[in-house]
């Protein structure tokens, strides 16, 4: 590294290089002058909001600059790396996983303190960056974070949208959202205006032959907007490396066409299109699981993918390899569908403007990508209307046609006159207008294609993919089981819990091999240790029931049950089968005695998450939610049996206080709908044991920590096919429970039934396509069970030890390993000083 630098400067670097501080006394000298210089403030105004922008700015300078080295080793290392392209990056706040990755949370804590601040109060001033809907965003996020802590060469690359996802706000019980400018102030990017791409939409393509008769093509016209880089520092946790999240932001390009217009007189129309080149990445389009097919929303793919894609190549270009070289420098995943372009664009890069033939540029693309599926459900499956895309990207869509072309007549050859075959995997769908459907693209575009968890990647190759195994051969499809990074979900979050297993592990070692909690176990009956981690989960519901008071203003017991789903509203996650059970609880206890009533524990049910804007049936559901909590709360006769929370507006720094308070949490989709999930992790890791349904990772949740663990109801996925055809052409009982349910809603009990009779008549008369009846009996008798069994709380104690020992294989190292060996072929890039960051084992 140091032979990079010209011998006349060498001797000046060296003597003044940046050197991060290590001390307290260096920390506070850093924030001293953070506040003074960078803020422009007066030590003697420092209020907590400058204590965090100085601490934030102290962490980034070293960040930084450990930063540069790691970029600068994987250049002269020459390695491969892997870009991991996604449109969502659900980062949550990066103070506090800065202090903790480096090693100097105390170190920061004690200069806090000199300098009259408490760190907690510090870290509470940041604002969360939330660019993401949920599961998807927040596994690239704990992705980052283990491919920095692995010391893999990796980018991620994605768009650094100036709002977010939507504030929630309840009001009157119902959902409002409130725009989220979170770019205020955030001390953790830094701007690159040297590093700017100039993106095509719209024009002409024009072909001629040059004087060598080979056909060129050229696109012309349209429009131009620039993409400016916003790179952020991805800490590694215990080690030095330091990967970059690359974000793209976009401007008007400064061309002629503005100036004209500019000197015409027309002012307002030049603001006007700067305005409008600015919208492509101003919001983060709110949906999860659903494909609304805006163009605008076409327009941030290419954009982003276009820009990415130029500073990829352009990286490769400078080693001056051959491009047959390409696949053996660079990997990049498809973060779901999203960014499916950058197959047509490498290829374009390749064909019009490197001049490589067909075969050989489609060769090297295949090799470069691979793709991952993160849902079935079919409303999310992309697709882009042929029209649009011709206006928006004619080069672009000739490129798709001639890609679908080949890729038809080769399954013509292994199959000749499977005509239906055809029709069936074609990348165009002939229908009114034609449509691209982009998840085909990706399969017939990657080497590897993959599910998300077990189950989900056997039920894409038998499902919706079926014809592409038959085509490519199973060895293209594979699982790589999700994970979290126990960083943030079990150190950050959790921190008392962490050093309490790091007292009897001998040190952190664990946050690196998460499988070393297996020796956890013989703790499961020690008196004293379960004394200590059951008085941890109640400190951690004492914290959650002080939040509820302070958002909600109700009082909970913390001593109850606490009862959680947290997760974006969706019918298939079934928030509404839960809400109608707490409606059967509060029923049964109204009907009790008053002996009856002193054998049950007492419950909070909580829910939180956010129903995208459009999704009517979703907020229905929160008002329900809302409904049904304003009368139990208030019900004196009821008192702490059962209480009813919403938490407002979820997000990962909310995450953080919820997920160790639970006793058990919901996960309780129907069975073959939730692909993976990942909060089912987080809540096992951090001592609660779960209620669900034999669904995505859940299934092997069970396998590792044990069936005994575990609460699993209702019927299974090779199941729902019948009981749907049978809901439209039977003839159905309603289960008597849920049927007293659906009259106390009718009469009115939560408010006008006129508002929920959408909810109830989706069960009732419209075929309960998710099967909310035929499980709501299994449902509500394995709470009882959850009821019995959390009775006996040393048992219940002991499950939760012993699970939390068993969860070793769901951390997202072991995640990012299997995608390094089986899909992206790269090695960590291991610094000398790994493990040398002073961080206690
Ligand atoms: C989610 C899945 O619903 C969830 O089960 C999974 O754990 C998570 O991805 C990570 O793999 N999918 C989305 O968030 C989503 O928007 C549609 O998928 C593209």
Redo the contacts with the bound molecule.
């Keep these: 590294v140091e032979a990079s630098i010209p011998e006349p400067q060498r001797e000046a670097w060296k003597r003044f290089q940046a050197k991060p501080f290590e001390t307290k006394d260096d920390f506070e000298k850093e924030v001293v002058r953070h506040v003074e210089t960078t803020l422009a403030r007066s030590m003697f105004n420092c209020d907590e909001t400058a204590a965090y922008a100085a601490a934030s700015l102290a962490f980034r300078d070293r960040l930084i600059t450990e930063w540069n080295k790691t970029q600068q080793r994987q250049t002269f290392a020459d390695t491969k790396r892997v870009y991991y392209l996604s449109l969502e990056f659900l980062m949550g706040r990066a103070l506090d996983n800065a202090m903790l990755n480096v090693g100097l949370k105390d170190v920061a804590k004690d200069g806090l303190g000199d300098l009259g601040f408490r760190i907690e109060d510090i870290i509470e001033q940041e604002h969360d960056a939330a660019l993401g809907?949920?599961?998807?965003?927040r596994?690239a996020a704990c992705f980052l974070d283990s491919l920095a802590s692995l010391s893999y060469p990796a980018w991620g690359y994605g768009l650094r949208y100036r709002y977010g996802i939507f504030k929630q706000e309840i009001v009157d019980g119902y959902q409002v959202e409130v725009p989220d400018y979170w770019l205020d102030f955030n001390p953790w990017e830094f701007p690159r205006h040297d590093i700017a791409v100039d993106i095509q939409f719209y024009g002409n393509i024009r072909k001629y032959q040059d004087d060598t008769g080979k056909t060129v093509v050229v696109w012309e016209g349209g429009e131009i907007v620039k993409a400016t880089a916003y790179d952020v520092p991805i800490p590694g946790f215990d080690t030095p490396a330091t990967n970059n999240l690359r974000l793209w932001s976009s401007k008007a390009a400064s061309g002629e066409f503005d100036f004209q217009k500019f000197n015409n007189g027309d002012y307002e129309s030049s603001v006007a299109d700067q305005q409008r080149a600015e919208t492509i990445s101003a919001v983060l389009y709110p949906n999860?699981?659903l494909d609304r097919g805006k163009e605008l929303r076409l327009k941030q793919q290419y954009f982003w993918v276009a820009a990415s894609l130029y500073d990829i190549v352009r990286r490769f270009k400078k080693t001056k390899r051959a491009w047959g070289e390409f696949p053996d420098q660079v990997a990049i995943q498809l973060n779901?569908?999203?960014p499916t372009l950058a197959v047509v664009e490498l290829q374009r890069i390749l064909i019009d403007l490197e001049g490589l033939e067909w075969d050989e540029a489609w060769n090297i693309v295949t090799k470069t990508f691979g793709y991952t599926n993160?849902?079935v459900?079919p409303e999310?499956l992309e697709k882009w209307s042929v029209p649009l895309f011709q206006n928006l990207l004619p080069r672009h869509l000739s490129i798709i046609y001639d890609i679908n072309q080949t890729f038809l007549q080769s399954v013509e050859r292994k199959n000749p006159g499977d005509r239906d075959l055809l029709q069936r995997v074609s990348i165009i769908e002939e229908s009114q207008p034609k449509m691209v459907r982009m998840a085909y693209l990706a399969i017939v575009g990657s080497h590897k294609v993959n599910g998300?968890a077990e189950l989900h990647s056997d039920l894409i190759k038998t499902t919706i993919f079926k014809d592409f195994v038959n085509i490519f051969g199973p060895d293209k499809f594979t699982n790589v089981t999700?994970g979290i990074t126990p960083r943030r979900w079990l150190h950050q979050a959790n921190p008392r819990l962490s050093a309490l297993i790091a007292s009897k592990l001998g040190g952190l070692a664990f946050l690196k091999d998460l499988t070393l909690l297996n020796d956890l176990e013989k703790f499961a009956d020690d008196k004293d240790f379960k004394k200590d981690w059951a008085e941890i989960k109640h400190a951690n519901k004492v914290r959650l029931a002080k939040h509820i008071k302070t958002t909600t203003g109700v009082t909970v017991n913390p001593s109850a049950l606490f009862d959680i789903q947290v997760k974006r509203i969706h019918e298939y996650k079934r928030q509404q089968m839960n809400i109608f059970g707490v409606i059967h609880r509060y029923l049964t206890i109204k009907a009790m005695g008053a002996e009856e009533r002193k054998k049950l524990a007492p419950r909070v049910s909580i829910f939180g998450g956010k129903a995208a804007p459009g999704y009517w049936m979703a907020k229905t559901i929160v008002h329900l939610v809302n409904s049904v909590g304003a009368v139990v709360n208030n019900d004196k006769d009821v008192g702490d049996l059962l209480k009813v929370i919403f938490l407002e507006d979820y997000n990962v720094s909310k995450a953080e206080i919820i997920v160790p308070a639970s006793d058990i949490s919901e996960h309780i989709s129907t069975a073959g709908t939730?692909?993976?999930?990942?909060s089912n992790m987080k809540f096992v890791l951090n001592g609660g044991l779960i209620i669900g349904t034999c669904d995505?990772?859940n299934i092997e949740i069970t396998r590792e920590i044990g069936a005994e663990n575990i609460f699993l109801f209702g019927n299974l996925s090779e199941d729902v096919e019948d009981l749907r055809h049978a809901h439209t052409y039977g003839n159905r009982d309603m289960d008597a429970d849920l049927a007293k349910v659906f009259e106390a809603i009718k009469g009115n009990m939560f408010g006008d039934a006129n508002s929920f009779s959408a909810l109830v008549g989706a069960v009732e008369n419209h075929g309960d396509y998710y099967l909310v009846s035929d499980d709501f009996h299994s449902y509500i008798t394995t709470q009882d069970m959850v009821d019995e069994a959390y009775r006996d709380q040393d048992e219940w104690v002991s499950k939760t030890i012993i699970s939390v020992a068993r969860m070793g294989f769901f951390t997202s190292d072991r995640c990012i390993n299997e995608y390094a060996e089986s899909i992206w072929n790269i090695e960590p890039l291991v610094p000398e000083t790994e493990g040398q960051s002073g961080l206690e084992r």
């Design positions: 809907n949920g599961g998807l965003g596994l999860d699981s779901d569908t999203h993160h849902t459900l999310a998300v999700n939730e692909a993976s999930g990942t995505g990772a």
